[in-house]
């Protein structure tokens, strides 16, 4: 039950990555993924990008892992990395450029990783 939460923090999470470009320019991945969404159905080849589809596809392994009796540790680990090279870059663009939003909004996720590792890591012990 325990993964399960975890699992769901990681999804939420996940949705709000902040991003921040020019003066004017700025979304959270939830709208990022809105639009990616959209311009997949009509114009797939225009989100072809390591940088879209290795979070996008982390977020739908998150959501099967949920709807699974027991959270598969392997489909976790992939799910966390692939969404974690994306908050991850984030927060060390956040760092340098000294952007607190970027920076608190992708901390969360970063801690609710370490802390489903750490489970995962239990768990196994425990088998």
Request: hydrophobic share 55%; with cysteine; net charge positive.
């Amino acid at each position: 039950m325990k993964l399960k939460i975890y699992n769901t923090l990681l999804l939420l999470t996940s949705l709000f990555g902040y991003l921040q470009w020019g003066r004017d320019q700025h979304l959270f991945l939830f709208q990022a993924e809105l639009d990616i969404f959209k311009k997949l159905l009509s114009n797939p080849l225009s989100v072809l990008h390591p940088f879209i589809l290795l979070p996008f596809a982390g977020q739908i392994i998150l959501c099967i892992t949920l709807f699974q009796k027991k959270p598969s540790a392997l489909l976790m680990y992939i799910a966390m990395l692939a969404l974690g090279l994306l908050l991850g870059f984030m927060l060390l663009i956040g760092l340098l450029i000294l952007n607190t939003k970027i920076i608190v909004c992708a901390l969360p996720f970063l801690f609710i990783t370490v802390l489903t590792i750490r489970e995962l890591r239990m768990q196994r012990k425990r088998n």
